[in-house]
């Protein structure tokens, strides 16, 4: 009597079958989280007036900028932390101004990186505005400053800088964008962001992409986040977000922000810090050629 074969069932998806590519289409140094954690600490940006790598966040309400801040921010404390306050419950966006976030090192001092956080860009007359945030890119906008759109507001209102220094400008723009709902982003928040993206363009300021919530866009990566890189789901996911803003892949990181978690973890610790490690010096070549365009030596 011949052995019985199973047969998939005729509710399982061709897709399902073949979801998952045989190795890594982007190598990760699983387990060597201590490696380029030790090397974030002692990053130091080559430039005299300079003293932070300053990164704005920008994104949909919800999409995941406050978490991400606090997801670097718990790599580093090895602890749970929340000093980005968050919105669980969806909707609105829940940051309402213009805040700077530092990440303490061992020592007490901040460490070389700095994170600018906004409103949320919802669609149409609610959420931050496209203008305001093209002001934050020019290092206009002070901590404190209100994203209220009710508020009628000129550049001699508190909130603005007159005389922004190089240090009170980012360096790196930075897109969060939600992996499980890309495909339903507002075409308002789309254009938005887009405007955003070609004034960072003509200060030529970096631009990257944080693909946040991989684990509600594919479920291999639900069960194990180490099959970030071998899941088809996710690079079409990458390439969609890549597509959207026009940013290359290369500059696009997905990960899993701490969310429903008590303690850290390792894997999802190293994918928040490869992307760390990736904007920090994508931001610190725009020195560099500053640099060179006035003559002076690199180091």
Known sequence: MGGLKSIPSSDTQPSELNNEFD????????????????????????????????????????AGKSSFINSVNNVFQKRITSDALTNTTGGKSFTKTYQTYYIEGKDGSHLPF??????GLEERESGASSHDIIKALSGLLQD???????????????????????EDEPCCLVNIIDANSISRMEIGVINKMNKIREAASKLNMRQV?????????????????????????????????????GIPMNHVFPVKNYHEEIDPDDDMDLLILKALDQIVHIAADKFKEQSFKSGDKPE
């Open 209 to 245: 992409i944080i693909m946040t919530k991989p684990d509600l866009a594919c479920p291999l990566v639900h069960q194990d986040i180490r099959k970030i890189y071998t899941s088809k789901k996710i690079k079409e996911k990458m390439q969609e977000c890549s597509n959207l803003l």
């Open 23 to 62: 190795k890594e289409w982007r190598k990760m140094p699983w387990g060597k989280n201590c490696e380029i954690e030790q090397k974030l600490r002692d990053f130091k940006l080559k430039h005299p007036s300079v003293r932070f790598v300053r990164i704005l966040l920008i994104g949909d309400a919800g």
């Open 114 to 119: 700095a994170f600018n956080d906004v409103m």
């Open 144 to 166: 404190g400053f209100n994203f209220d759109l009710t508020s009628s507001k000129s550049m001699k209102d508190p909130g603005y800088r007159n005389n922004p220094s190089l």
